[in-house]
C-alpha cells in the first residue's frame, strides 16, 4: 500500500524560501500524477501542484512563478517529491500535503480524485 510522509516545514520569513519533501514508499512517482495540496486556517483543503508522468506541471494561480514541483529517482524503493518554495507569503500559511492519483495523467486539483495522502507538514510564514 502506498506510503507518504512531508516533511520540511516550519517557520519562516516573508520573502524566504523552503522545500518541502514527501518520502513515497510503494509506488512510483514517475509513473502516475502526483500533487501537493494546502490547507490554511479556517479554509478549505486547495491544489497547489501538479506533476503527470511526461513531467507536466501545472500550479494554482497563487503560487505560479514562484513554487515548483518537482520529484527524485528511486532510492532503496523509494521516491521523493518536492516542493520548491520562494518569496514565501504569509497567505502560504498551512498545512501541506502530498497526494497520489492511480491514474497516470492529472486531471486537476479536485481533492476526491487523489487516492492516497500524507500527514502533512506545517508551513507557517511570518510577516
Known amino acids: 500500500q502506498v506510503r507518504l510522509a512531508e516533511s520540511g516545514g516550519r517557520t519562516v520569513q516573508a520573502g524566504g524560501s523552503l522545500r518541502l519533501s514527501c518520502t513515497v514508499s510503494?509506488?512510483?512517482?514517475?509513473?502516475?500524477?502526483m500533487a501537493w495540496f494546502r490547507q490554511g486556517p479556517g479554509k478549505e483543503r486547495e491544489g497547489v501542484a501538479t506533476?503527470?508522468?511526461?513531467?507536466?506541471?501545472?500550479?494554482?494561480d497563487s503560487v505560479k512563478d514562484r513554487f515548483i514541483i518537482a520529484r527524485d529517482n528511486e532510492e532503496n524503493e523509494e521516491y521523493t517529491l518536492y516542493l520548491n518554495m520562494t518569496r514565501l507569503e504569509p497567505e502560504d500559511t498551512g498545512m501541506y500535503y502530498c497526494?497520489?492519483?492511480?491514474?497516470?495523467?492529472?486531471?486537476?486539483?479536485?481533492?476526491?480524485?487523489?487516492?492516497?495522502w500524507g500527514q502533512g507538514t506545517q508551513v507557517t510564514v511570518s510577516s
Open positions: 497526494a497520489s492519483d492511480l491514474r497516470r495523467f492529472c486531471y486537476g486539483m479536485n481533492v476526491d480524485v487523489f487516492d492516497s
Open positions: 510503494y509506488f512510483d512517482v514517475f509513473t502516475h500524477c
Open positions: 506533476i503527470d508522468i511526461d513531467g507536466r506541471t501545472t500550479y494554482a
